[in-house]
């Protein structure tokens, strides 16, 4: 099916295409160490800091308006949130830079040029005489409540804030925005891994977002987010990997009929594990084998790096399996069935193996979750006659 209708794609863009634009704003402010930004407080977005405010209305168009003219709506609506921000006292116009983002382009005869910042025009007198004339229209539904939040001002508000609007117009479209993200983001990224930083950053900074618009917090800090920069270029060190699935997944009880023909399932249900355990141990196996799944894809990790770590994850397991099961002789299968329960509560639930992909990767799950994969192989085992019951 063709989609024509962009209706309700370009809000839904738009929301998106804010939240990125906001960290390419709050990356471009790098100089002001004690900023922070905010999403749908005074306007789109807002950077503050001790001294100065910075307000930004982002527009973003797919597939409409061409240009903006005198009595675009984009201009109108705008005009609107910065003058009932001021007429409220929410903001001090003499120290708030009111900036409008958008993806249309002006019109060459509009007075809306004038703001552009390559604009030659050091008078604002004849743009506010048009705006002036403007605002008296009665016959634009749409932008009505922009001209009366305009005229609400006093004239000396009103010149101030043209005096302190900037107009960026053809702005960065989604894509070109993520461009000129990896361009701030060249001399802090690990070399030749822009892509997975950023991808990694931009998960963490939409969650963030997530939380201030959903009133968890207040504000992103810029040195939040230089905090969060320095984590995670150092997760790409060589003694180290990104997590990306430090949170457990919830198995629920019908879930668990989806691994029943699980090698690994069956291991644990052969030595009679409960359903607790067994979540968590289904939640360690999906967690490892995507991690490793996309280390590998980023050439963060390779085949030998692995062999090597499940090799010493197998001979940890034979050592002491070994004795395990050379004290099972002539045992029954109930105590049988408990002593590789045990055995596997012990060294592998209560304790883990003491290896470790890489010396600061310490997320216990890899580990759990890597053994689950070799006992899903049949190469490790819990209870001591596992190869006997499972060949049957």
Request: proline share 2%.
């Amino acid at each position: 099916m063709v989609i024509t209708d962009f209706s309700a794609r370009e809000p839904s863009l738009g929301y998106y295409h804010q939240i990125r634009y906001s960290l390419y704003l709050l990356l471009q402010n790098k100089e002001r160490s004690n900023s922070y930004l905010k999403l749908e407080y005074l306007d789109d977005i807002v950077i503050e800091d001790i001294d100065a405010t910075d307000l930004f209305q982002t527009k973003l168009h797919i597939n409409s308006v061409a240009n903006l003219t005198d009595r675009s709506a984009d201009f109108w609506k705008t005009i609107r949130v910065w003058g009932e921000a001021i007429n409220s006292k929410q903001i001090d116009i003499n120290n708030t830079i009111c900036t409008l983002i958008t993806t249309a382009k002006v019109s060459e005869d509009s007075f809306i040029k004038n703001f552009k910042a390559n604009s030659n025009s050091n008078n604002l007198d004849e743009t506010y005489a048009v705006m002036q004339q403007i605002s008296l229209e009665q016959t634009n539904a749409t932008n009505i409540n922009g001209y009366k939040a305009f005229r609400n001002l006093t004239v000396k508000q009103q010149k101030t804030l043209l005096e302190n609007i900037r107009v960026i117009d053809a702005s960065l479209s989604i894509e070109q925005t993520l461009s000129a993200i990896k361009k701030e983001l060249t001399l802090c990224a690990p070399a030749g891994k822009i892509d997975s930083f950023l991808e990694r950053l931009e998960g963490w900074w939409f969650q963030q977002c997530i939380e201030m618009l959903c009133n968890k917090k207040d504000a992103i800090q810029f040195r939040e987010l230089h905090q969060k920069m320095s984590d995670i270029r150092d997760t790409f060190q060589q003694d180290n990997l990104p997590d990306d699935f430090a949170s457990p997944i919830i198995i629920n009880e019908n879930e668990l009929s989806d691994y029943e023909e699980r090698v690994f399932v069956h291991q644990l249900k052969i030595i009679a594990i409960k359903n607790t355990i067994l979540r968590n141990a289904i939640s360690d196996f999906r967690r490892a084998y995507d991690q490793r799944s996309k280390w590998l894809r980023e050439n963060l990790t390779n085949i030998a790096e692995y062999d090597h770590y499940e090799n010493q994850l197998q001979d940890y397991w034979n050592n002491i399996f070994s004795i395990v099961r050379d004290d099972c002789e002539g045992l029954s299968d109930n105590e049988l069935e408990k002593i590789g329960r045990e055995f596997y509560k012990k060294y592998f639930v209560e304790n883990i193996p003491p290896y470790r992909i890489r010396d600061k990767f310490q997320s216990a799950y890899l580990t759990r979750g890597s053994c689950h994969m070799l006992a899903d192989e049949m190469k490790i085992g819990w209870h001591p006659k596992f190869e006997n019951i499972l060949e049957k």
